[in-house]
T-cell receptor, first 115, second 111 residues
Framework: DADVTQTPRNRITKTGKRIMLECSQTKGHDRMYWYRQDPGLGLRLIYYSFDVKDINKGEISDGYSVSRQAQAKFSLSLESAIPNQTALYFC??????????????FGEGSRLTVL | AQSVTQPDIHITVSEGASLELRCNYSYGATPYLFWYVQSPGQGLQLLLKYFSGDTLVQGIKGFEAEFKRSQSSFNLRKPSVHWSDAAEYFCAVGYGNKLVFGAGTILRVKS
């Protein structure tokens, strides 16, 4: 089984619908992240969490919310999906300060299409 | 602000040929630099990282990268490309608790 698991892997929805992407990890890491990948733009950070009581906005948090239900679970919600939120979403974990010696461990991605 | 530029969106090389993927960064202090690879349908995997010391770092799968402070560059190289190297490659700079990624370079390998 994968260390970082994302569900669903693919989702098609309509404008205005609420969508939740879930992430669970078995690596025992405290730090979890949600990124969005768009062609030609690389990965951009949406939200990150260093523990259950710590939630931080990334560079593109508008239109998104997150919940850290447990050390191993970090979900991303789109309260009212819009077409420009169509993208590939990645959950990632790390056990150290990324700016120093840390490494990100990625899930396989959740492809979201908003019609 | 910290940023990463990967000038090449696509690169095509013949199998067995050498490879160099370019990466330039903008960061005021000593950078922590990474290269990640994304195979089709997969998440990203770390290839190598630079924090300090020797400016030539070795990674997995036969890749290496050289940090050049004077050029603000961290180019990825491989002497002989294999068909399985076809993927998208991302350069990233770390600062504080975050990574900033470049836009990526898609590598195509022709036989």
């Amino acid at each position: 089984d994968a260390d970082v698991t994302q569900t669903p892997r693919n989702r098609i929805t309509k404008t205005g619908k609420r969508i939740m992407l879930e992430c669970s990890q078995t690596k025992g890491h405290d730090r979890m992240y949600w990124y969005r990948q768009d062609p030609g733009l690389g990965l951009r950070l949406i939200y990150y969490s260093f523990d259950v009581k710590d939630i931080n906005k990334g560079e593109i948090s508008d239109g998104y919310s997150v919940s850290r239900q447990a050390q191993a679970k970090f979900s991303l919600s789109l309260e009212s999906a819009i077409p420009n939120q169509t993208a590939l979403y990645f959950c990632a974990t790390s056990d150290l300060n990324l700016g120093n010696t840390g490494e990100l461990f990625f899930g396989e991605g959740s492809r979201l299409t908003v019609l | 602000a910290q940023s990463v530029t990967q000038p090449d969106i696509h690169i095509t090389v013949s199998e067995g040929a050498s490879l160099e993927l370019r990466c330039n960064y903008s960061y005021g202090a000593t950078p922590y630099l990474f290269w990640y690879v994304q195979s089709p349908g997969q998440g990203l995997q770390l290839l190598l990282k630079y924090f300090s010391g020797d400016t030539l770092v070795q990674g997995i799968k036969g890749f290496e990268a050289e940090f050049k402070r004077s050029q603000s560059s961290f180019n990825l190289r491989k002497p002989s490309v294999h068909w399985s190297d076809a993927a998208e490659y991302f350069c990233a700079v770390g600062y504080g608790n975050k990574l900033v990624f470049g836009a990526g370079t898609i590598l195509r390998v022709k036989s």
